[in-house]
């Protein structure tokens, strides 16, 4: 009885932890979304009949009832911000694992139908996992994909490629057995996938299994007995799930081109795998690189290599690449890389294969078929792409990071301190590192930055307000080093203690530049709507027109209301801000939306005895507006 009491008590506590972190922040910064993408596996089945089997609509009433993934007792709460279809992780240190992860979890299940074992997986539900990112992409601060372990680094690797662009955490993850059997590595995958979604800007596909978390392009299903099912050949992680969660962030792989995030469906499915083995025949390989195929990754011998003694295979070959085939070089051997060591290596390159570093052969497949997709590049442009190093799966010379010993700053300020410890290195390097890269933005120091990024420094690094560098620039309306952050791949997607991206700095600093360029590489602004109406009515309440203007630039809709349900619109023409009001009515603002108190801009205006403005507001109600383009409002 006592122990029921002491549960009950603990529930208590941690909802009322709950309550007060949104109190505190009505506007809900502690909160992360996070959108779970349920296609299928192990993961979700049930047994029937001794065998496991997805069930339609169980997942979903299962985690409701497994306190580790839902506190019931925090419904009110969801159902007060409009979240009555969400869950939502226990209040505790189970959700938030350490001080730098200020966000609780709240987290949404699509569920599709039907539901897939891995191995029925296609170029289409491919297509369809990415289309839901992409249609709720700007809804959600991390997606975890549930999946089935038997494809799931096929899955990945597609993912990652169909993803151009991508500023958020997207994970893959699922079990070895049922979430809902006793014994199970489900929950520990799961739950450290939301919290990785959840807290983690990690612009990468990633795999979670078993206390780490890959690069999904990287992985390959190693062992279909042990919990450890996955491994990354020739990468470590990027997160190991200890005591502590740690996040290797030099080595994250960031996207360095300036545009929105988008996915790429036309994935070529005329592509296959092909095994070397001693005493293939000529007759096999030129049944295997017929017409319709277009792309065929070549599995050689150790680095690359193939018998440059079977001149029929090399014609073969050769043909083919003359054709327009394209044929990608990766080694059979799960570590290592192909190069032109040896003869036999040298004589598949001047054939016109592409030699494909270290690339999985799930990579190498998925990354071949999304190369020939892409109808836009020419047939040279695709032999560059698929030697080129696209979303961090192969490694390239210019990789090799420099060791945080080779900052002199870092190793002075250590020595000083009479520090010894490479963990207390590392200490100083992430207290100093997002100051220095803050001052040097303010500066609009560039070769600062620069200097600071060779040395070991990650420009994502967020200072003691969880602030980074972009967010400085942009503040400062320094665009050049905007550019450079955005080309290092800075994300435009971190958000400071308020909850606020670089995006809101550019706004509310007025630099329009900035705001365009952040929009076109994907960002949005990430406040609720109510909470960007009052700024927008006290900007207009001061008559600042111009802070008016950045609002609508950087997405704000004219119309978004107040707690008073008041609009901008409400606020100008009970001010008397004729200016302001022109503005927003030209960019669409209603002079019909009622108050709480049930009055109408329109209505205002007829009270106040505003007659210079009757004008324009019946040339709204008459269509006749024009909004901000020059076109035709309503």
Not at 86 to 106: C, E, G, Y
Not at 239 to 266: M, Y
Not at 278 to 297: E, N
């Amino acid at each position: 009885m006592m122990e029921r009491e002491d549960s009950t008590q603990s529930l208590q506590k941690a909802t009322a932890l709950l309550e007060r972190s949104a109190s505190t922040s009505s506007e809900g910064f502690n909160v992360a979304k996070v959108l779970v993408i349920y296609s299928g596996g192990t993961i979700g089945m049930v047994n029937k009949s001794g065998g496991y089997e997805p069930q339609p609509n169980c997942m979903i009433e299962k985690l409701k009832a497994m306190p580790i993934f839902h506190c019931p007792e925090s419904r009110s709460y969801l159902t007060e911000k409009g979240m009555e279809d969400f869950l939502i992780l226990q209040v505790s240190n189970v959700t938030r694992p350490s001080a730098k992860d200020r966000r609780h979890v709240v987290y949404k299940v699509v569920e599709f139908d039907p539901l897939l074992d891995s191995s029925n997986m296609s170029i289409t539900d491919w297509v369809k996992v990415a289309s839901c990112i992409k249609e709720n992409y700007h809804d959600y601060d991390g997606f975890v994909i549930l999946h089935g372990t038997d494809t799931m680094a096929y899955s990945a690797s597609a993912l990652s490629f169909m993803c151009e662009n991508l500023g958020k955490t997207i994970i893959l993850t699922g079990s070895q057995i049922p979430i809902y059997e006793t014994r199970s590595d489900g929950r520990d995958n799961f739950l450290a996938s939301l919290i990785i979604a959840g807290n983690y800007i990690i612009p990468e596909v990633l795999i979670c299994f078993n206390e780490k978390v890959f690069r999904g392009n990287r992985c390959i299903k190693s062992d279909s007995g042990s919990f450890s099912a996955f491994s990354s050949p020739n990468m470590p992680p990027l997160v190991t799930l200890e005591i502590e969660i740690k996040v290797d962030w030099t080595a994250v792989f960031r996207p360095t081109e300036k545009e929105r995030f988008v996915i790429h469906t036309n994935m070529c499915p005329n592509v296959g795998l092909l095994r070397l083995f001693p005493g293939i025949t000529s007759q096999t390989v030129r049944a295997f690189l017929q017409p319709p195929v277009q792309g065929v990754v070549l599995q050689t011998y150790g680095a690359g290599n193939a018998p440059n003694n079977r001149t029929d295979l090399l014609t073969l070959f050769k043909e083919a690449c003359q054709w327009g085939v394209l044929i990608v070089n990766i080694s059979q051997c799960s570590r290592g890389n192909v190069g032109t060591a040896y003869a036999t290596g040298v004589a598949l390159q001047e054939a016109g294969v592409i030699f494909g570093g270290d690339m999985t052969p799930e990579a190498a497949l998925t990354k071949l078929s999304y190369v020939l997709g892409k109808d836009e590049w020419s047939l040279e442009q695709k032999k560059k792409m698929l030697a080129r190093n696209l979303r961090g799966e192969l490694t390239t010379v210019t990789e090799e990071k420099l060791s945080i010993s080779d900052s002199e700053l870092i190793k002075s300020v250590a020595r000083y301190m009479s520090l010894s410890t490479r963990e207390e290195v590392n200490k100083v390097k992430e207290a100093i590192y997002p100051c220095l890269m803050c001052a040097a933005a303010q500066a609009n120091d560039v070769p600062a930055l620069e200097k600071l990024r060779s040395s070991g420094g990650d420009l994502g690094m967020e200072n003691q307000d969880g602030r980074t560098a972009l967010h400085v620039a942009c503040r400062h309306g320094h665009i050049n080093t905007v550019h450079y952050l955005l080309g290092q791949g800075v994300s435009v997607h971190k958000k400071d203690y308020r909850g606020e991206t670089p995006l809101i700095d550019a706004i509310e600093g007025g630099h329009p530049d900035i705001i365009r360029l952040l929009i076109k590489t994907g960002s949005s602004i990430p406040l609720p709507e109510g909470q960007v109406a009052v700024r927008m009515c006290s900007a207009v309440a001061k008559g600042d027109i111009k802070a008016v203007e950045m609002w609508l630039l950087g997405g704000a809709k004219p119309n978004w209301y107040d707690y008073d349900q008041r609009t901008p619109l409400h606020v100008a023409i009970s001010l008397d801000k004729k200016e302001v009001a022109s503005l927003l009515i030209k960019g669409g603002a209603s002079v019909d939306v009622e108050d709480v108190f049930g009055n109408t801009p329109a209505i205002i205006a007829q009270k106040l005895g505003y007659d210079d403005l009757m004008p324009l507001i019946s040339g709204v109600v008459n269509g006749t507006a024009k909004d901000s383009n020059g076109e035709g409002g309503t």
